[in-house]
Nanobody
């Protein structure tokens, strides 16, 4: 079973940037579709960005043009570059790994966008 550890969250001012990282262990990283989800207080968890094992990407409309997902299979790591951050981006961000028979989650990292 894959294990996921996120890092890179924190407090940032509106308009600022952060890069989240998620490192996987315990399995063949390159076979997984990797995603970033987020959950704000009182709201359901939602998909932010997805990158497939083949490198195709998909984004929520709310982050298109501001966020970029990428992966480095040699480092077993997926990244989420977040630019032009807004207060409404404040949430716990979770890394997700999926393949047939597997749906694994990290512990989450908090992103707070506030002045």
């Amino acid at each position: 079973q894959v294990q996921l550890v996120e890092s890179g969250g924190g407090l940032v001012q509106p308009g600022g940037s952060l890069r989240l990282s998620c490192t996987a262990s315990g399995s063949i990283f390159s076979l997984y579709d990797m995603g970033w989800f987020r959950q704000a207080p009182g709201r359901q968890r939602e998909l932010v960005a997805l990158i497939t094992s083949g490198g195709s990407t998909n984004y929520a409309d709310s982050v298109k043009g501001r966020f970029t997902i990428s992966r480095d299979n040699a480092k077993n790591t997926v990244y989420l570059q977040m630019n032009s951050l807004k207060p409404e981006d404040t949430a716990v961000y979770y890394c997700n790994a999926r393949t047939i028979g597997t749906n694994a989650w990290g512990q989450g990292t908090l992103v707070t966008v506030s002045s």
